[in-house]
């Protein structure tokens, strides 16, 4: 069985419209800017020693010192994780033969936080630590954010307030939403929603020699832009032109 162009099939149905349901289409956005959820830093721990097990245990030590540091914030800390851990020589860059000069340690740690008070005191408090850096922080949402429902809900609405006006631009009304998309659905590409700050100096990487406890860190908060598009297609009440 064929079909002529004037009365397709479900099958092969074009993707405009006919005389009798003319099609709209249109594009929906929505940008919002809201305040962070959850703030991310780095922290890298470090010891040196003339031999490898002064090195390892110096590591040891410092490492359990920012676990125990960060851990103490109880809940105002989502996630602690360990990273890349590492210990090599430093040869001597003189001399014959393979002579170890010093062994070097490394720890990177990430850490998430959820009260941004709680995350400018501990940021100076680990960067006051010997051989501790800190990087740092990377302003977030999390994946299921209000935020980026809000941001679908009102890219759907715009979209359905501009087909609107286009058809009262014609004298008529919607009849139907015959699809409605986001945009580049058959081939998605991540969005990022992230928001990152400047990084905060390391600090004390080479060994804090101050006596009293340092001040917190005054931290603003960056503001998450959050991005929606759909695309949508209505049928419409055929216009008298």
């Not at 408090?125 to 935020?147: C, F, N, Y």
């Amino acid at each position: 069985m064929t079909s002529s162009p004037e009365h397709p099939t479900a099958a092969t149905a074009v993707p405009y419209g006919t005389p009798d349901a003319p099609r709209i289409a249109v594009r929906g956005e929505a940008h919002l800017e809201v305040d962070p959820e959850i703030a991310r830093i780095g922290i890298t721990v470090g010891a040196r020693g003339t031999d490898r097990r002064s090195a390892l245990d110096d590591l040891t030590r410092r490492n359990a010192t920012v676990l125990d540091l960060v851990k103490s914030y109880g809940d105002a800390v989502e996630r602690l994780e360990t990273g890349a851990f590492s210990i090599a020589p430093e040869l001597t860059k003189h001399g014959r033969g393979e002579r170890v000069r010093a062994y070097h340690g490394r720890v990177h740690l990430t850490a998430e936080l959820t009260d941004f008070t709680a995350l400018g005191e501990l940021t100076s408090k680990l960067a006051d630590l010997d051989l501790t850096a800190v990087d740092g922080p990377w302003w977030a949402l999390r994946p299921d954010s209000p935020a980026h429902r809000d941001a679908r809900r009102q890219a759907v609405r715009e979209a359905v307030q501009r087909a609107r006006e286009y058809a009262e631009a014609l004298g008529t009304t919607l009849a139907a939403l015959v699809e409605l998309a986001d945009v580049g659905a058959e081939a998605a590409q991540p969005m990022g929603y992230e928001g990152r700050s400047r990084s905060l100096q390391r600090a004390a990487f080479a060994g804090a020699q101050a006596t009293d406890e340092a001040a917190p860190l005054d931290l603003e908060p960056q503001r998450q832009r959050v991005f929606a598009q759909v695309n949508a297609r209505f049928t419409m009440v055929p216009p008298q032109l």
